[in-house]
């Protein structure tokens, strides 16, 4: 995985993407990431249900798919574009700030989807993507609602392509999903969406204003026409942001052509609506506003309502149901423990039918159910198969109803109010309106729940704070607050709704028409009151207050506590009658006192049918007999006695037969009820039980199929990649056979199979039970000792019919260290036979160079001995000297090519062989910068020597350390312009040697120090072309110091600018004994040296160097006698007897060589010192001359003083 960016260097994403995925997702993961493009500038956070103990190898698979960054999440790590987060197992991810969250996982059900969208809501808002994917169970549906209405986007997988769909029709039903699709089509969608401004939309879309206040409402016109809402009371800003976001999401340019969009498409006008209404709901939203209700405000409900009035609460914009149900749970759990039995009543309405429909149904998916205490969830919730049912007990307490809250008239008689986060949609002056009507619904001291951001406004001195931070309050009297109440209509399918209005006259909205029909009642009307069915006043025409008194203690609008005495019986008795006949009554002489004394009515009752009432009101009036008579359907002299009476056995029947009824229903109810209660016993203590399972088992079965699928990843990864060995063994012909601990055969591939003659089913056989083709014995002790061992074998084999094989045995390695072994034939037939070709070409070649160097020496020995004898002759004339010089030199030079020529072939070959013996590096350099000295000087070049004061002993060949040190301070000399500064440094670096040669001449290039040392590679900056070599001289320096153990390092600051060579050799002490010069015994020592010891037969075919040797042997004092080929030169020394012979090596008759074994058969000359001429120099050359019986070797061309040199170490030199 890559390395995570500095901070200063995170390119912050422009959408940030949750992905969800449980069961299944694998799949759609793959699908998703294979097609989405890397460079999207979104970042992706991948949520799964991981097992908390397994270690999840998403991060290598999602290499697999993209090449966008793949991190494992850590806590507080920022969010990058084109980048992947996964969560790591037994852990919750949040997003806060753009950064990640990491906390380990709480207890029970883990819904880690709906966690992670929410804080990615919360966080990002319009820039949060929420994407579910493949998956069983509901984690997911809370979360897609928070990024839907923080405006962002929600896709998810269509179900059809979904393993598992458990998760995406969670999503799909909670209506706020953009788009279904499947992963290659949400990958697309993404894409798109990723180059979308995540900013508002402004203006600059559309050059006529993109939100214009005239096509706002020819939106609000056709969302009024097709479902009845006025969408002109909300806030502008709430309507256009959801406005806008459709006209992104649709792609439209502006919003002219969006509202020719919703003209023709009834679909998005109906998302449109969905987006506007949708709310945001849960069970115990605001945890802590809930605990409030709980401790605070259920139980005084309780408490203070009287026996047999029923608690009304009200839950305006209820949305899905789920504020209301709690509130149901706390009243419940309120009236229980206060152990009161009273009847509560809770409205639930909202103005979205979809969203009631869902409420109704009382059916939530188990991650809604989040929020509740496992008690709470087995009390009030019985589990389905598709989810959690809230109980029947539960439902009856609960109506829900459609209704607007800006249209309808409100529910009266209330005990509390919650309208919660609805409000602030809403423009300032229909809050006001709303507010208004929730004042006049609630009864005194009757309570206001509101949202964290609403308050009562200008009405707040009306109210009572209970908890001004939860937005809590009590009503504090009964004012009248909306003088155009009157008239307001009930809402369409609602139940009727009694309250302080009047019955709205029909097709009428004039209000001064209504105030002269009020004006008309007045008058012609006696004093009369308008009654609901109640028995409450709801209108008063005339003077009744002299007739009416106000009961002591609470306040009651009920007329029958206004009048006591007969009168009171009156009324009650033409209320009834009236209520049963449907037709007016009228009693007369009825005794009332008034505040004027004592007076005689009539009192009369006459039922009112209203429209959309299901029961009239009744309009009772009261005259005094003194004022004439009206028409009546019955009048009666009033009989207390007899109304009395008439009324008690009415009241008496329907008791008895309320009683009947009632206790054969508690009877057997009562039998009911001990059955049931037994069963429900158990059904709740098995219920509990498998609850409990359930939900394990289901939390466990994703975990091991989320597991699962990575294991079947990796199989399939397995497999192609035995797939890929299998085709590869096959497409290189290896012969390869693996076998296991036991020497089992595990597999084997064709081309082995025939050198073992196996077949498919001998695989789990042991190998030893198999003959094969090869001439190798002990094949399976081989097998058995890599196994033990661990050492890998190898040797060339080969089988009966001749095919050469390198057969190379290696330990197969495992988890568990060696686990089998691993044998492989390579086919090395082909490469023998060009091997033996290529020997047989390089034993050419060293023929050739041979032979070359023979053929050049002996031109050159005759050349330098013609030379020797010129200079000995005497003093040269200038014009003879100079071109002597030039001969001289050219010889040197190709003399050195030469050696250098066939040093290569021999250190190429391995042919070197070192003389070692312990020696002083120092003595050796400081010869050789002797002997350099006149070069330099000639250049005009300056020479510095720093050797150390003491001797630096060195074991190893002195002539091939002469050899590096000469090659290093030619070659300084050669690339180092006249006037240049050579340095020449030997000393010990404690038990190493260190020589350094330095200049400061033509430099080195990069690329030339580095192939500086390869064959024939020569520095291009050349100075002197004219003494230029063959480039090999630097890598005969180099392979030279590797023999003896050393190393050779170059250094140059560039061309011109120098060079310095630093050889590192191992170091000694200095020896115990220090030896001189070893001295050569010769042959001829004990023989008294004379004038005979001193004659030599040089025996040559090339007249040329035969004559001009044999003139500077004799100048040196050698009496000389000369043959031209091998058997002349027999005779000669056998008939005379020399004291030493020079043989050439290519003579003509017989060879050198058969001269010298001759010559050592032979009593009479077995004793003659032999010396070998020859220009062959290589090492096997020596052992054939030494082989031969030859006492030396001097190879050609060389100085006289050299042959001198030899002949005096082998006892032959001249006497004095």
Same mark, same amino acid.
């Given at each position: 995985?890559?390395n995570?960016?500095?901070?200063?260097? @995170?390119?912050?994403?422009?959408?940030?993407?949750?992905?969800?995925?449980?069961?299944?997702?694998?799949?759609?993961?793959?699908?998703l990431?294979? !097609?989405?493009?890397?460079?999207?500038?979104?970042?992706?956070?991948i949520?799964? !249900?991981?097992?908390?103990?397994?270690r999840?190898q998403?991060?290598e698979l999602?290499?697999?798919?993209?090449?966008?960054?793949?991190?494992v999440?850590? *806590?507080?790590?920022?969010?990058?574009?084109?980048?992947?987060?996964l969560?790591?197992?037994?852990?919750?991810?949040?997003?806060?700030?753009q950064?990640l969250?990491?906390?380990?996982?709480?207890?029970?059900?883990? =819904?880690?989807?709906?966690?992670?969208?929410?804080?990615?809501a919360?966080?990002?808002?319009?820039?949060?993507?929420?994407?579910?994917?493949?998956?069983?169970?509901?984690?997911?549906?809370?979360?897609?609602?928070?990024?839907?209405?923080?405006g962002g986007?929600v896709?998810?997988?269509?179900?059809?392509?979904?393993?598992?769909?458990?998760?995406?029709?969670?999503a799909i039903?909670?209506?706020t999903?953009?788009?279904?699709?499947?992963?290659?089509?949400?990958?697309?969608?993404?894409?798109? !969406?990723?180059?979308?401004?995540?900013?508002?939309?402004?203006?600059?879309?559309?050059p006529?204003?993109?939100?214009?206040?005239?096509?706002?409402?020819?939106?609000?016109g056709l969302?009024?026409?097709?479902?009845?809402?006025?969408?002109?009371?909300y806030?502008?800003?709430?309507i256009?942001?959801?406005?806008?976001?459709?006209?992104?999401?649709?792609?439209?340019?502006?919003?002219?052509?969006? @509202?020719?969009?919703?003209?023709?498409?009834?679909?998005?006008?109906?998302a449109?609506?969905?987006?506007?209404?949708?709310?945001v709901?849960e069970?115990?939203?605001?945890?802590?506003?809930?605990?409030?209700?709980?401790?605070? &405000?259920?139980p005084?409900?309780?408490?203070? #309502?009287?026996?047999?009035?029923?608690?009304?609460l009200?839950?305006?914009?209820?949305?899905?149901?789920?504020?209301?149900y709690?509130?149901?749970?706390?009243?419940?759990?309120?009236?229980?423990?206060?152990?009161?039995?009273?009847?509560?009543?809770?409205?639930?309405?909202?103005?979205?039918?979809?969203?009631?429909?869902?409420?109704?149904?009382?059916?939530?998916?188990?991650?809604a159910?989040?929020?509740?205490?496992?008690?709470?969830?087995?009390?009030?919730?019985?589990?389905?198969?598709?989810g959690?049912?809230?109980?029947?007990?539960?439902?009856r307490?609960?109506?829900?109803?459609?209704?607007?809250?800006?249209?309808? #008239?409100?529910?009266?008689?209330?005990?509390?109010?919650?309208?919660?986060?609805?409000?602030?949609?809403?423009?300032?002056?229909?809050?006001r309106?709303?507010?208004?009507?929730?004042?006049?619904?609630?009864?005194?001291?009757?309570?206001?729940?509101?949202g964290?951001?609403?308050?009562?406004?200008?009405?707040?001195?009306e109210?009572e704070?209970?908890?001004?931070?939860?937005?809590?309050?009590?009503?504090?009297?009964?004012?009248? =607050?909306?003088?155009?109440?009157?008239?307001?209509?009930?809402?369409?399918?609602?139940p009727?709704?009694?309250?302080?209005?009047?019955?709205?006259?029909a097709?009428?909205?004039?209000?001064?028409?209504?105030?002269v029909?009020?004006?008309?009642?007045?008058?012609?009307?006696?004093?009369s009151?308008?009654?609901?069915?109640?028995?409450?006043?709801?209108h008063?025409?005339?003077?009744?207050a002299?007739?009416?008194?106000?009961?002591?203690?609470r306040?009651?609008?009920?007329?029958?506590?206004?009048?006591?005495?007969?009168l009171?019986?009156?009324?009650?008795?033409?209320?009834?009658?009236?209520?049963?006949?449907?037709?007016?009554?009228?009693?007369?002489?009825?005794?009332?006192?008034?505040?004027?004394?004592?007076? %005689?009515?009539?009192?009369?009752?006459?039922?009112?049918?209203?429209p959309?009432?299901?029961?009239?009101?009744?309009?009772?009036?009261?005259?005094?007999?003194?004022?004439?008579?009206?028409?009546?359907?019955?009048?009666?002299? /009033?009989?207390?006695?007899?109304?009395?009476?008439?009324?008690?056995?009415?009241?008496?029947?329907?008791?008895?037969?309320?009683?009947?009824?009632?206790?054969?229903?508690i009877?057997?109810?009562?039998?009911s009820?001990?059955?049931?209660?037994?069963?429900?016993?158990e059904?709740?203590?098995? *219920?509990?039980?498998?609850?409990s399972?359930n939900?394990?088992? !289901?939390?466990?079965?994703?975990?091991?199929?989320?597991? *699962? #699928?990575?294991?079947?990843?990796?199989?399939?990864?397995?497999?192609?990649?035995?797939?890929?060995?299998?085709?590869?063994?096959?497409?290189?012909?290896?012969h390869?056979?693996?076998?296991?601990?036991?020497?089992?055969?595990?597999? %084997?591939?064709?081309?082995?199979?025939?050198?073992?003659?196996?077949?498919?089913?001998?695989?789990?056989?042991?190998?030893?039970?198999?003959?094969?083709?090869?001439?190798?014995?002990?094949?399976?002790?081989?097998?058995?000792?890599?196994?033990n061992?661990?050492?890998?074998?190898?040797?060339?084999?080969?089988?009966r019919?001749?095919?050469?094989y390198?057969?190379?045995?290696?330990?197969y390695?495992?988890?568990?260290?060696?686990?089998?072994?691993?044998?492989?034939l390579?086919?090395?037939t082909?490469?023998?036979r060009?091997?033996?070709?290529?020997?047989?070409?390089?034993?050419?070649?060293?023929?050739?160079?041979a032979?070359?160097?023979?053929?050049?020496?002996?031109p050159?020995?005759?050349i330098?001995?013609?030379?020797?004898?010129?200079?000995?002759?005497?003093?040269?004339?200038?014009?003879?000297?100079?071109?002597?010089?030039i001969i001289?030199r050219?010889?040197r030079?190709?003399?050195?090519?030469?050696d250098d020529l066939l040093?290569?072939?021999?250190?190429?070959?391995?042919?070197?062989?070192?003389?070692?013996?312990v020696f002083?590096?120092?003595?050796?350099?400081?010869?050789?910068?002797?002997?350099?000295?006149?070069t330099?000087?000639?250049?005009e070049?300056?020479?510095?020597?720093?050797?150390s004061?003491?001797?630096?002993?060195?074991?190893?060949?002195?002539a091939?350390?002469?050899?590096?040190?000469?090659?290093?301070?030619?070659?300084?000399?050669?690339?180092?312009?006249?006037?240049?500064?050579?340095? =020449?440094?030997?000393?010990?670096?404690?038990?190493?040697?260190?020589?350094?040669?330095?200049?400061?001449?033509?430099?080195?290039?990069?690329?030339?120090?580095?192939?500086?040392?390869?064959?024939?590679?020569?520095?291009?900056?050349?100075?002197?072309?004219?003494?230029?070599?063959?480039? /090999?001289?630097?890598?005969?320096v180099?392979?030279?110091?590797?023999?003896?153990?050393?190393? @050779?390092e170059?250094?140059?600051?560039?061309?011109?600018?120098?060079?310095?060579?630093?050889?590192?050799?191992?170091?000694?002490?200095?020896?115990?004994?220090?030896?001189?010069?070893?001295?050569t015994?010769?042959?001829?020592?004990?023989?008294?040296?004379?004038?005979?010891?001193?004659?030599?037969?040089?025996?040559?075919d090339?007249?040329?160097?035969?004559?001009s040797?044999?003139?500077?042997?004799?100048?040196?004092?050698?009496?000389?006698?000369?043959?031209a080929?091998?058997?002349e030169? =027999?005779?000669?020394?056998?008939?005379?007897?020399?004291?030493?012979?020079?043989?050439?090596?290519?003579?003509?008759?017989?060879?050198?060589?058969?001269?010298?074994?001759?010559?050592?058969?032979?009593?009479?000359?077995?004793n003659?010192?032999?010396? #070998?001429?020859?220009?062959?120099?290589?090492?096997?050359?020596?052992?054939?001359?030494?082989?031969?019986?030859?006492?030396?070797?001097?190879?050609?061309p060389?100085?006289?003083?050299?042959?001198?040199q030899?002949?005096?170490?082998?006892?032959?030199? &001249?006497?004095p």
């Open positions: 995985m890559p995570e960016a500095s901070p200063d260097r @995170i390119v912050p994403p422009s959408y940030v993407v949750g992905v969800g995925a449980s069961a299944g997702g694998l799949e759609a993961l793959e699908q990431f294979r !097609h989405v493009s890397p460079s999207t500038g979104m970042a992706f956070v949520i799964q !249900h991981l097992s908390p103990d397994f999840s998403m991060d999602m290499g697999r798919w993209t090449t966008m960054t793949v991190r999440a850590a *806590n507080e790590m920022p969010l990058a574009a084109n980048t992947i987060y969560i790591p197992p037994n852990a919750e991810l949040i997003v806060s700030d950064r969250v990491l906390s380990e996982r709480g207890e029970g059900i883990p =819904l880690p989807i709906d966690l992670f969208l929410r804080s990615l919360n966080d990002l808002g319009r820039r949060a993507v929420a994407v579910v994917l493949s998956g069983t169970g509901s984690d997911g549906s809370r979360g897609v609602r928070a990024v839907h209405d923080a986007l896709l998810v997988q269509d179900e059809r392509t979904a393993r598992f769909d458990g998760m995406p029709r969670s039903e909670t209506g999903v953009d788009e279904v699709l499947g992963p290659v089509e949400l990958a697309a969608a993404l894409e798109r !969406h990723s180059v979308r401004p995540p900013t508002e939309l402004d203006d600059s879309r559309d006529e204003g993109a939100v214009r206040e005239g096509g706002m409402h020819a939106v609000f969302l009024r026409d097709r479902y009845g809402i006025d969408f002109s009371c806030k502008p800003g709430t256009r942001r959801r406005t806008e976001r459709r006209i992104q999401l649709g792609d439209t340019k502006d919003l002219s052509a969006y @509202i020719d969009l919703l003209h023709v498409d009834r679909g998005e006008l109906d449109l609506y969905h987006d506007l209404l949708i709310g709901t069970f115990f939203r605001d945890a802590e506003t809930f605990e409030w209700l709980e401790r605070e &405000v259920m005084r409900l309780v408490q203070e #309502a009287k026996s047999g009035h029923e608690l009304r009200w839950v305006a914009g209820c949305a899905t149901g789920e504020e209301a709690s509130m149901a749970i706390l009243l419940s759990e309120a009236i229980s423990r206060m152990g009161r039995s009273i009847p509560a009543k809770i409205f639930a309405t909202d103005v979205h039918r979809p969203s009631l429909d869902t409420a109704s149904a009382g059916l939530y998916p188990e991650a159910l989040t929020a509740l205490s496992p008690e709470r969830r087995q009390r009030y919730f019985t589990r389905e198969a598709k959690f049912r809230v109980t029947a007990e539960l439902r307490m609960i109506v829900f109803a459609p209704h607007n809250i800006i249209r309808d #008239a409100p529910f009266t008689k209330l005990d509390m109010v919650s309208c919660r986060n609805l409000l602030i949609y809403l423009q300032p002056t229909i809050q309106k709303v507010l208004s009507l929730f004042h006049f619904g609630l009864r005194k001291g009757g309570v206001l729940l509101l964290p951001s609403e308050s009562p406004g200008d009405i707040l001195e109210f704070t209970l908890d001004s931070q939860r937005r809590i309050y009590r009503k504090r009297r009964d004012i009248r =607050l909306l003088p155009g109440l009157r008239g307001m209509p009930p809402a369409p399918g609602l009727p709704m009694t309250g302080l209005g009047t019955v709205r006259i097709g009428s909205s004039d209000g001064h028409l209504v105030d029909f009020s004006s008309l009642l007045e008058q012609s009307l006696p004093p009151v308008l009654l609901d069915q109640d028995r409450r006043i709801v008063s025409f005339g003077d009744v002299s007739l009416l008194r106000l009961p002591r203690g306040p009651s609008l009920s007329v029958l506590d206004m009048l006591d005495g007969e009171k019986l009156a009324v009650a008795g033409a209320l009834h009658r009236a209520s049963l006949a449907k037709e007016p009554i009228s009693f007369s002489g009825v005794r009332a006192s008034s505040s004027i004394g004592e007076r %005689f009515l009539d009192v009369h009752v006459d039922p009112v049918e209203v959309h009432f299901p029961e009239p009101f009744f309009l009772l009036s009261l005259r005094d007999v003194a004022e004439p008579g009206r028409a009546v359907v019955s009048h009666e002299t /009033v009989d207390i006695g007899a109304i009395s009476h008439d009324r008690l056995e009415a009241l008496e029947l329907e008791l008895r037969h309320t009683k009947e009824s009632l206790q054969a229903t009877e057997e109810l009562e039998a009820n001990e059955e049931l209660q037994a069963t429900n016993e059904l709740l203590a098995s *219920n509990e039980e498998l609850q399972t939900e394990e088992l !289901h939390s466990v079965n994703e975990e091991l199929y989320t597991v *699962n #699928a990575e294991y079947q990843r990796k199989i399939d990864q397995l497999t192609e990649l035995t797939d890929d060995m299998d085709n590869l063994l096959l497409s290189t012909e290896v390869t056979l693996f076998v296991d601990e036991e020497l089992r055969i595990r597999k %084997f591939t064709p081309a082995i199979a025939q050198t073992f003659n196996l077949v498919e089913s001998d695989v789990g056989r042991r190998i030893e039970t198999f003959a094969h083709d090869l001439t190798f014995e002990g094949l399976g002790d081989v097998l058995t000792r890599t196994l061992s661990g050492q890998r074998f190898e040797q060339e084999v080969s089988t019919s001749g095919t050469a390198l057969m190379r045995v290696v330990p390695r495992g988890q568990r260290t060696h686990q089998g072994v691993v044998l492989t390579i086919d090395i082909e490469l023998r060009v091997e033996l070709a290529l020997r047989e070409q390089v034993k050419l070649r060293d023929q050739f160079l032979m070359l160097s023979h053929e050049l020496r002996n050159l020995a005759a330098n001995n013609s030379l020797t004898l010129i200079r000995r002759r005497g003093p040269l004339a200038d014009a003879v000297a100079t071109p002597l010089s001289e050219q010889s030079h190709m003399q050195r090519l030469l040093d290569v072939s021999r250190v190429t070959q391995g042919k070197i062989r070192l003389r070692r013996e002083d590096v120092v003595a050796l350099a400081r010869d050789l910068a002797q002997q350099t000295r006149p330099v000087e000639k250049r070049q300056t020479l510095v020597v720093e050797l004061d003491e001797p630096v002993w060195v074991s190893g060949d002195p091939r350390v002469l050899q590096v040190i000469d090659n290093l301070l030619s070659n300084a000399i050669k690339y180092t312009a006249e006037g240049g500064h050579l340095t =020449l440094r030997v000393s010990r670096d404690e038990r190493r040697v260190k020589i350094v040669v330095q200049d400061d001449g033509a430099g080195l290039d990069e690329e030339t120090r580095a192939r500086i040392f390869e064959m024939f590679v020569q520095a291009d900056t050349t100075l002197d072309r004219s003494n230029g070599g063959l480039g /090999v001289g630097l890598t005969l180099h392979e030279l110091v590797a023999l003896h153990g050393g190393e @050779i170059v250094e140059s600051p560039g061309p011109g600018r120098g060079s310095t060579f630093t050889v590192w050799l191992p170091g000694v002490d200095e020896p115990a004994v220090r030896e001189g010069a070893p001295a015994e010769s042959k001829a020592s004990g023989i008294k040296l004379s004038p005979l010891s001193a004659k030599l037969v040089l025996v040559e090339r007249a040329e160097l035969r004559d040797l044999a003139e500077l042997l004799k100048d040196e004092g050698y009496e000389v006698v000369t043959a080929d091998g058997n030169g =027999l005779d000669t020394i056998v008939r005379e007897r020399p004291g030493g012979a020079l043989l050439d090596i290519g003579l003509p008759g017989i060879d050198g060589y058969e001269v010298a074994r001759r010559l050592r058969a032979r009593a009479d000359t077995a003659v010192v032999l010396v #070998a001429m020859t220009g062959y120099g290589t090492e096997e050359d020596s052992v054939r001359v030494r082989d031969a019986g030859f006492d030396a070797h001097i190879v050609k060389f100085l006289i003083e050299d042959v001198v030899q002949l005096h170490e082998l006892g032959l030199a &001249v006497a």
